[in-house]
């Protein structure tokens, strides 16, 4: 397993000094070096002529796109590639595409783009698909109700309202995801709608106030009825639907007594070594199918396994 799962490594410089400069993104914005990812419902245009790449277009062909009016537009500076600013743009407007070029899911982009190893696209676009998201959902104030308009490059939306001026800021939301071990055993669930045999380490969204150890004491309680002590941190993960750190970590369990939450699972079990390491090699079946590799559930699984 790599060290860097899936929507982490992100490849850019940031360059965070530039995102006040006013003067310096509007010229980026118009300049032929700059380039820009198209994003339509969350959903970034890909060029699958060979593999699967982001179909940049240049701010030209954005300006004739869209019109090119950056206040009217959700649109975003993701970082510096060398000198090259890369911009994300949230399309309405209808587009011709090229014979080769879609709109694809960021999942199946993940999937695919790492199926032989790792690969920071998923953490590029996914930051884009993320910002774009929020600035689309930040129109107005949430304090006064009065329009926002986008500032710091799509990382701050400001109130135009005098007398509010409320900056409102990109939101992760944190869910802790547990590994629940007792000896050899370890706990999964299948979430309320999951499909057959589909299980996974427990999650949910952490409380304001909350520790990570809280939250994961909480959760396992409340979800599985199990009684957790010791909570370590393995690992985390930015997951862009909509906009989540996902907080790996293994808890230790104090009993053993499952008493489902019915509301949350389907169903919650525990699962011994051996029957995970046969699934790890035959890739499960109906009755039982590992997480995909996408999840931070199937890495937390395999740091398990390795433990002797
Ligand atoms: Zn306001």
Redesign the pocket.
Known sequence: MTNNNIFSGFPLDPADHFRGDEIWLSERLGLESSRFLLYRRGRPLMDVSEGMQPAYRSAAEVRQITGGNWQELDWVFIGLDGDEAIFAVALTQKMDLRGYEKFIDLRSIALQVTADGFSPMPSLLGRGKMLLEWNGRRHF?S??G?ETLIERGGYVRK?M?ET?G?EHFPRTDPVVIMLVTQGDKCLLGRGVGWPEGNYSALAGFMEPGETIEEATRREVLEEAGIKVGDVTYMKSQPWPFPSTLMIGVKAQALTTDITLDDKELADARWFDKAALQESFETGGDSSFRIPPKIAIARYLLEEWLQET
Request: proline share 0%; charged share 0%; hydrophobic share 10%.
């Open positions: 104030c304090c006064c009065h109130c309202n509010c409320a």
